[in-house]
């Protein structure tokens, strides 16, 4: 089943200048299914479930620093999900038990970080922000695993 995650905002890169207004990203699987205005998704991928989300829909980052602490490494993994980002760098993800944590819900660990970017076809990491720049959502391989309440 296709999933279309649709925000205010849309953004290929997070340093781009012109979002897409009520833009969004159809998921298929773990894989980016089509990019675009939400009309134009919605006619294309009419039996895709749809979740809508306040702020602005872009890449899912890389954490580029230290892990957050947290008494397990499945719960310091989960506190990196829940800033938005779905990869780590391998400096950082030395500790016992982290990149294991990190393999089980496909969080990527990378030797360098790189510019994370909304792709079709590519692999469906995503991130939503308020406007305080709080993380809404994290989409990780295809799977909501982070939403605030």
């Known amino acids: 089943m ?15 200048t012109e979002p897409i207004k009520g833009g969004g990203v159809v998921v ?3 894989r980016i299914g089509a990019v675009g205005a939400f009309e134009e998704l ?5 039996g895709a479930r749809v ?19 947290a008494p397990t490494p499945r719960e310091r993994i989960h506190a990196v999900l829940k ?7 391998s400096e950082h993800a030395t500790a016992p038990g982290l990149r294991a944590a990190a393999a089980r819900v496909g969080v990527l660990v990378l ?3 790189v510019r994370t970017e909304i792709t079709e076809a590519g692999r469906a990491d995503l991130a939503v922000f308020d406007a305080d720049g709080l ?4 989409v990780c391989a295809g799977r909501l695993v982070h939403r605030r309440a």
């Open 2 to 16: 296709e999933t279309m995650h649709v925000a205010d905002e849309l953004l290929r890169v997070w340093d781009a």
């Open 28 to 30: 298929a699987g773990d």
């Open 42 to 46: 919605r006619e294309r991928f009419p």
């Open 51 to 69: 979740r809508k989300w306040a702020g602005v829909l872009g890449p899912a980052r890389v954490h580029e620093g230290p892990l957050p602490d």
């Open 83 to 89: 800033l938005g980002a779905v990869a780590v760098l």
């Open 111 to 113: 030797p360098v970080a």
């Open 135 to 138: 993380c809404v959502a994290t």
